[in-house]
């Protein structure tokens, strides 16, 4: 079993810029890749970023640029740097964990994005 935990959410201003974290614990392997989706109300869960152990990324088309996913493997953790916030940016953002078959979500953290 893995676990995750999201922090770093909350409500921002449009123009602003929020750091996610997510730790993650339990039973770690490697090779494993971890990233961020996030989910506004109404719409289907959505792919941001995406990143490696090795530290290769890959983004969703429309998410380069203002955001920029990072991770410290001695930490466990994988980050989630958000610039030029804007108010469609509103979601809860979750974290996944994926290893061999194995695939873990976080509980979620809410940014809310004031315009």
């Known amino acids: 079993q893995v676990q995750l935990v999201e922090s770093g959410g909350g409500l921002v201003q449009a123009g602003g810029s929020l750091r996610l974290s997510c730790a993650a614990s339990g039973r770690i392997v490697n090779p494993n890749s971890m990233a961020w989706y996030r989910q506004a109300p109404g719409k289907q869960r959505e792919l941001i970023a995406g990143i490696t152990s090795g530290g290769r990324t890959n983004y969703a088309d429309s998410m380069e640029g203002r955001f920029s996913i990072s991770r410290d493997n001695a930490k466990n953790t994988v980050y989630l740097q958000m610039n030029s916030l804007k108010s469609e940016d509103t979601a809860v953002y979750y974290c996944?964990?994926?290893?061999?078959?194995?695939?873990?979500w976080g509980q979620g953290t809410q940014v809310t994005v004031s315009s």
């Open positions: 996944q964990y994926r290893a061999r078959i194995y695939d873990y």
